[in-house]
């Protein structure tokens, strides 16, 4: 039956590639680009925790075009041809189905489908998910998505109709139809640019905000619609940007998670089991159906928020590890080594680094296509060499299992360890078996056996082996009995001192290459006329391999399995580190899931901020902490003639490590966090005692002595054994280190405190000094003010509208320094902030264009003056609403804050205005 079907599809493909030329339906998506969110750090690493309204779709048209050009050869067709149109068809039938699903989840055709199944209430398909269990794919689960489809299709249907309720429940809390404005845009990327300025930097000024500017103006040579049929489009690696207007943010942060959840869900059902994909592409979309569309795609947030919410464990860590493949030089990337370092250790060892400064190198690329192919290249080969080790490993362990069990396997080993006359071979062999043993078997030691324990627990693994004769659990349990017979073996022959005999040693080149790795066993000539050791060959003993393939083909090259226990029990062993080594990052490089990955690439601090590594919030409450320290300082030494203050600071919060918790077959990891101390230095100022402004600290760490706020000519000298704090010296360097050392620095400048301090010493009658208490309490609140603008540390963050960066630029030429502040809270560019605001506000309400706008005082006005408040305001403006004046008041403090609009209520100064405003129902 199959068989016929296969033919009869074929044929049908056949018929509409000779009969049909490329059919696709045209659609505008000529809408406005997303504002650009620029970020510092800290506020980076708080927007993780916000769904994205942009993102890049990233696409792989490999597999489309290997399977266009079998089908060419096939049919006798022109290979390259075929290869290329099936590649570009492909890249537009993902396009629409995306779009397709996202439209209808926007527009309350489709229910949301909850990401958190715990807090579900969907109880049907919480169910459902729940049978489906380590599935990949899974019936139940798709006959509800085909339900729900079905009620899509139905013009009728809305988000109250009652059909949703009888198929789970749904209601229209369900649905994103309550937010609003719902609009995409979908473009295709030629070359990343200053439209993805948020990727590049993390703060603005003139220079960036005009790059923004010429390159909107300039936009069609960066992007282009995701439908462009142009064929000099690359169609084998494509990077699409889709910009949502999603209206109301509170209800977006609430529900934008689910979305990219369902959109991800619905996304592979829909591609299996519809015929949306074959509306742009009639030749090849039932064909298409065979490819497995999540190995072909990826989803990449655009800048720091996030698609899926970001958590503390193995799934979110080994994810975002796929940032590491988008930069060109792969040496610092260490998951396909042979014990690849854990995501959690690895995330540690980097810490904090810099963000938002371009530093995967998009821009470093003539076009996009080149950046994703550079990525996706890594990827697949890192891929490649994870699903080989898992695959070997898995037919070695299934072949094992099938011969022999554990026990079995330790008899054979026995007559090989306890024999009387050993060889150097066999002592070699019996050497290695029992170091490698050891590192992965041994409970005592735990190098690695709770981890390879673990991963029999792991969703991710149970997924992995899907297809596999027998489980992780029966792998694990095997590599278990075996260490416990072996182990007491090496520990015997360990007391024999066979290994320090004369004249006797290791040949270390016969370790396999994980272990090679954990001991740091340097590789050594083993061919050749210069060969320093003889290269390892697995022994026989007894004339006969212990396994082979085929028994009649004997010790042939390639037949063995295994030539001995020794060497079958090795197998074992490596197999099972080869299968720890892949659970590490199965999430990222396995299909152990149904929809596609979607890493926050460009976002290094959305598992820092998970896993505690990094505090947004933490030199906010240090300015505030060290602030109350130094009033607290100015109230004990400030007012009197002693020649003393405390100058502290805080250690910020360090994580030492992690503690790793399987629970519901997830590893979660705990860290351990080293908490916050406060650091005081005593400073002596013996300006006012002796008239010399010098000074002495004594702290109980090395930090840089300079111990007045204002200095002049100093001099300082500072004796410590190290020197120790935390510091950020800028947006790429941050630096963590213990505080364990005293330092004793002295130092002597002409400053204002030493000389104010001995001023009012000498001049004074009473124990009061009112100069140095006004220098110390200024000195506080100087500090203070300057940790709050720290540009990095403290959130920041920018809203940049590109469109109004262009009316700037095409009206002045250039970006006038003035409106760099405007234009970075996304308003347009006026003679001061508060006017941007009412101009937006105005064109936000009634949909017109300010051309003019005037701001006077409202208590200057003779005309219905409102409120005597020192920042009431009143607006004249002119715009293409209606010739003449339209009138409003507002509130508005001449740094832009407080604005606020007491009433909707227009006043219009014309007649056309009037009619207009009468017409609009303004209040």
């Known amino acids: 039956m199959s068989v016929l079907k296969t033919v009869n599809t074929f044929c049908l493909f056949a018929a509409l590639v000779l009969s049909s030329s490329l059919a696709l339906t045209q659609v505008n998506t000529n809408q406005t680009l997303n504002n650009l969110r620029i970020t510092n750090r800290a506020q980076c690493a708080l927007d993780s925790d916000i769904p ?60 949301l489908l909850p990401m958190n199944l715990k807090d579900a209430k969907l109880l049907r398909y919480k169910s459902l998910a729940d049978k489906c269990g380590d599935k990949v794919y899974c019936s139940d689960i798709s006959n509800f998505l085909s339900q729900a489809w079905a009620l899509s299709e139905q013009s009728g249907i809305t988000s109250k109709s009652p059909e949703w309720k009888s198929l789970d429940n749904i209601t229209t809390a369900n649905f994103m139809s309550d937010l609003g404005a719902r609009r995409v845009g979908c473009y295709y990327l030629k070359r990343f640019s200053p439209l993805q300025g948020q990727l590049q930097n993390s703060t603005i000024d003139a220079a960036a905000l005009q790059e923004m500017a010429v390159a909107y103006l300039e936009k069609e040579k960066y992007i282009t619609s995701c439908y462009d049929q142009d064929e000099t489009l690359d169609s084998r690696n494509v990077a699409l940007q889709i910009d949502l207007k999603t209206g109301d943010q509170d209800n977006w942060n609430a529900k934008g998670f689910d979305f990219w959840n ?66 060109q030089d792969q040496s610092q990337n260490n998951t396909s080594a042979q014990v690849p ?38 990827f697949v080969a890192t891929r490649g060499s994870i699903k080989n080790r898992l695959q070997s490993s898995v037919q070695f362990m299934n072949v094992m299992t099938d011969t022999m069990n554990a026990a079995t396997l330790a008899e054979y080993v026995k007559p090989l360890a306890l024999a009387s006359n050993q060889t150097s071979i066999q002592r070699d062999e019996l050497y290695y078996l029992c170091t490698e043993i050891r590192l992965a078997g041994d409970k005592r030691l735990d190098f690695m056996k709770t981890d390879i324990d673990n991963i029999g627990g792991l969703k991710n693994m149970t997924k992995a082996l899907d297809n596999s004769k027998y489980t992780i659990q029966d792998f694990v349990g095997y590599f278990d009995t075996l260490s416990k017979t072996v182990l007491p073996l090496c520990d ?42 003889p290269a390892y060959t697995p022994q026989i003993y007894g004339g006969s391999a212990l396994l082979v393939w085929n028994a009649d083909l004997g010790n042939q ?63 906010t409450k240090r300015a505030n902490r060290v602030f109350m320290a130094d009033l607290a300082s100015t109230a004990l030494f400030g007012w009197n003639f002693m020649p003393i203050y405390i ?97 004793y620095c002295g130092g002597c400048s002409l400053n204002f405190v030493g000389v104010a301090s001995g001023v009012a010493s000498s001049t004074a009658a009473t124990s009061f000094n009112p100069i140095k208490m006004g220098v ?28 109004k960066v262009a009316d700037t630029y095409r009206r002045y030429g250039t970006i006038p320094k003035d409106c760099v502040d405007q234009l970075g809270q996304g308003l347009k560019c006026f003679q ?56 409003f008041n507002f509130y508005c403090r001449d740094n832009g804050s407080g604005f606020q609009v007491p009433s909707e209520r227009l006043y219009g100064f014309s007649g056309t205005c009037k009619r207009i405003i009468k017409e609009g129902n303004w209040k």
């Open 492 to 533: 015997q022959l360990e007391k024999t001192n066979m290994w320090q005999a004369a004249n006797y040693t290791v040949n270390k080149q016969g370790f396999n290459q994980w272990a090679k790795e954990v001991l740091n066993i340097v590789p050594e000539q083993t061919q050749g006329a210069d060969a320093t050791v």
């Open 341 to 378: 370092q854990s995501p959690e250790k690895t995330a540690l060892e980097r810490g904090a680094r810099g963000v938002n400064n371009d530093f995967l190198n998009t821009r470093g690329y003539m076009t996009a296509s080149e950046w994703v192919d550079n990525f996706r290249k890594n």
């Open 262 to 327: 369902s959109v991800k869900i619905y996304l592979s059902w829909a591609w299996r089991n519809t015929q949306v994909p074959n509306q742009m592409s009639q030749r090849f979309g039932e064909v298409f159906k065979s490819l497995a569309l999540e190995e072909s795609m990826m989803f990449i947030p655009n800048g720091c928020k996030s698609i899926t919410k970001p958590g503390c464990d193995m799934e979110h860590l080994s994810l975002n590890n796929l940032r590491e493949l988008a930069k």
């Open 647 to 743: 100058d502290a600071d805080y250690t910020p919060p360090k994580v030492t490590s992690f503690q790793r918790l399987l629970k519901d077959g997830v590893i979660k990891f705990d860290p351990n966090i080293e908490k916050s101390k406060m650091v005081a230095s005593v400073v002596a100022d013996f300006g006012p005692l002796t008239g010399a402004p010098c000074a002495v600290s004594i702290a109980p760490n090395a930090k840089e002595f300079n111990f007045l706020a204002f200095d002049g000519i100093t001099v300082n000298y500072c004796d410590a054994r190290t020197k120790t704090g935390a510091t950020s010296s800028g947006a790429n360097n941050i630096t963590y280190d213990p505080n364990k050392t005293r330092s």
């Open 557 to 619: 090259s390639g037949n063995i399995i295994c030539a001995s226990g020794i060497d079958c029990a090795r197998g074992v062993v490596k197999a099972l580190v080869d299968l720890y080594a892949v659970s590490q990052y199965a999430d990222a490089y396995l299909p152990v899931s149904s929809t596609a990955a979607s890493p926050d690439v460009f976002n290094p601090y959305s598992e820092l901020k998970a896993c505690k590594m990094y505090d947004p919030w933490y030199q």
């Open 832 to 887: 001061d902030i508060c006017s941007a605001k009412a101009a937006d506000y105005f064109e936000r309400l009634t949909g017109g264009k300010v051309t003019e706008i005037t701001i006077q005082d409202a208590t200057q006005s003779n005309e219905r003056q409102f409120n005597n408040n020192s920042y009431s305001r009143r607006a004249w403006v002119k715009s293409d609403l209606c010739q003449g004046e339209t009138i």
């Open 52 to 111: 994205t309204d942009s993102a890049f779709m990233i696409l792989d048209g490999y597999n489309a075009g290997k399977l266009g050009n079998s089908l060419a050869k096939n049919m006798g067709l022109d290979e390259a041809s075929m290869s290329s149109d099936m590649m570009k068809e492909f890249r537009l039938s993902v396009s629409h189905l995306t779009l397709t699903i996202v439209n209808k989840l926007l527009t309350g055709k489709l229910p």
């Open 776 to 803: 110390y309490l200024f000195r506080a609140v100087y500090r203070f003010v300057t940790a709050k603008k720290d540009p990095v540390n403290v959130p920041k963050a920018f809203n940049v509208d590109l469109a």
